[in-house]
C-alpha cells in the first residue's frame, strides 16, 4: 500500500487560530466515538478515559459516547468508517495496532486506506504479558524453564496486534496454543481468568484496569514487557511498568533467543508500528478543516491539562500524547513498515499458522 501523508496535516497546523474555532459550536450535540472492538479491552479503556476529557474541551461541550463495534479484530469496524462522509464532527473513530497490522500486511479483507482518514490525535502505550500462578513459579527471568509448557492463548487473531506476543514467545522458545477469534484483548484476559488460557498480555491500559489486579490477587505472574523506545531508538524499560524486564532483557537471559538478526528486526519493526503509535483518533474523510483543527485544539488542551500526567497514569500509563502534525507523522510511523520486515513476517505466518495473505 502507498502510505501518502494525512490530510489533517495542514489544517491542524493552523489549529490555535481563534477565528477557525469560533466557527465550530457543539453544543446539544452528540459525539459517537466508534471503538471496533469488544467493551473489555484496552481500546475500551482508552477511549472512555478520554472521552469525558474530550467533552470538556470541545466548544459547547458535547456529549462523548463510545460505541463499540467488534468483528474481525476490527477490520469490519474499520472497513465500516472508511465508508463514513460525516463532515459536522461528530463522527470519531479509534483504532489500534489490530487494525494497523492487517493494513501493513496487506490483508486480503482490509478495505480501508489510513491516509484518507484525519489523525487528531494518537497515543502511545506498552503491554504486559503475564503467567498463571503455576507456571510463573517456573519464571525465573528467563524462559529456559517454560519451554516445555504448552500455554494456551486467547488471541483475537495472528495478523493483529497479537502477532507481537506471539513471534515473541516463539522466539524465546515457547510452545503457545493460540485460540483465534476472541473479539477484544479483554475477551483474550477473561479466558484467563476462567483457566481456559494459561498466559496472557495486555495493553497497559487494560493491564492497569483488570489485571494488575490478578497479580495483586496471586492469580498471575508478570513475565514481560514489550519495553519502549528512547530517543535513540532504542529498547528500553516502560515508564509505567519500571520493574518488569522487557522482553528483550528476557530474551537476552534465555537460551537460543537472539536480539539481532531477521527475527529480531521484524519483531522490533512491528513493535514500534504497533505500540509508541498504538492507539488513534480519526474524524473521517471529508472534514472540514475547521472541525479537524477544533479537534485537535481540545485534544491539545486535554494533554495540556495540569492534573493529565497524574489521572492518565493511574488509567492509560505514561506515555506521549500527540496532536496535529505530530499525530499526523506519529500515523505514519504507525503504518509503515520495512519489506524485509514484512517480508519475514507473512512467511512466519504462513509457516506458523498457515495463514495466508495472498
Not at 490478578?214 to 524499560?237: F, S, Y
Not at 497514569?313 to 506519529?330: D, I, L, M, N
Not at 510511523?333 to 506458523?352: D, I
Request: proline share 5%.
Amino acid at each position: 500500500m502507498t502510505i501518502k501523508y494525512f490530510a489533517a496535516t495542514a489544517a491542524s497546523a493552523a489549529c490555535l487560530a481563534a477565528p477557525a474555532l469560533a466557527e465550530v459550536d457543539f453544543a446539544g450535540k452528540t459525539i459517537e466515538w466508534v471503538i471496533p472492538f469488544s467493551e473489555t479491552g484496552g481500546s475500551a479503556k482508552w477511549a472512555n478515559f478520554f472521552a469525558p476529557l474530550l467533552s470538556e474541551e470541545l466548544p459547547g461541550n458535547p456529549t462523548v459516547v463510545v460505541k463499540f463495534m467488534p468483528g474481525a479484530g476490527s477490520t469490519k469496524g474499520a472497513n465500516w468508517f472508511q465508508e463514513q462522509e460525516h463532515d459536522e464532527g461528530t463522527v470519531l473513530f479509534g483504532t489500534s495496532g489490530s487494525t494497523q497490522f492487517p493494513y501493513l500486511l496487506d490483508d486480503p479483507r482490509v478495505r480501508y486506506e489510513y491516509s484518507d482518514w484525519n489523525p487528531v490525535m494518537a497515543s502511545g502505550t506498552g503491554g504486559v504479558a503475564y503467567l498463571n500462578p503455576t507456571d510463573g513459579k517456573k519464571f525465573d527471568g528467563t524462559a529456559n524453564n517454560l519451554k516445555d509448557v504448552n500455554f494456551i492463548y486467547g488471541s483475537q487473531g495472528a495478523t493483529r496486534l497479537d502477532l507481537v506476543p506471539l513471534l515473541a514467545w516463539e522466539m524465546l522458545g515457547m510452545n503457545v496454543e493460540p485460540v483465534f477469534g476472541i473479539k477484544g484483548r479483554g475477551d483474550g484476559r477473561l479466558m484467563f481468568e476462567r483457566g481456559e488460557a494459561t498466559i496472557d498480555y495486555q495493553t497497559s491500559s487494560s493491564y492497569l484496569g483488570a489485571s494488575a489486579d490478578l497479580v495483586e490477587k496471586g492469580q498471575a505472574v508478570p513475565m514481560m514487557t514489550w519495553g519502549a523506545l528512547d530517543e535513540d531508538g532504542n529498547i528500553v524499560r516502560d515508564p509505567t511498568f519500571p520493574e518488569i524486564a522487557t522482553f528483550k532483557e528476557v530474551c537476552e537471559a534465555t537460551e537460543g533467543c537472539e536480539t539481532e538478526g531477521e527475527a529480531w528486526d521484524a519483531w522490533k519493526a512491528f513493535f514500534i508500528a504497533g505500540f509508541p503509535v498504538q492507539k488513534i483518533a480519526f474524524l473521517p474523510a471529508g472534514s472540514p478543516d475547521d472541525v479537524i483543527a477544533t479537534y485537535t485544539a481540545a485534544f491539545d488542551a486535554v494533554r495540556n491539562r495540569e492534573d493529565f500526567a497524574q489521572i492518565a497514569e493511574k488509567r492509560v500509563g505514561k506515555y506521549p500524547v500527540f496532536v496535529g502534525e505530530g499525530a499526523a507523522k506519529a500515523t505514519q510511523r504507525g503504518t509503515t513498515v520495512s519489506a524485509e520486515a514484512k517480508a519475514f513476517v507473512t512467511n512466519w505466518l504462513q509457516e506458523a499458522y498457515g495463514v495466508s495473505l495472498k
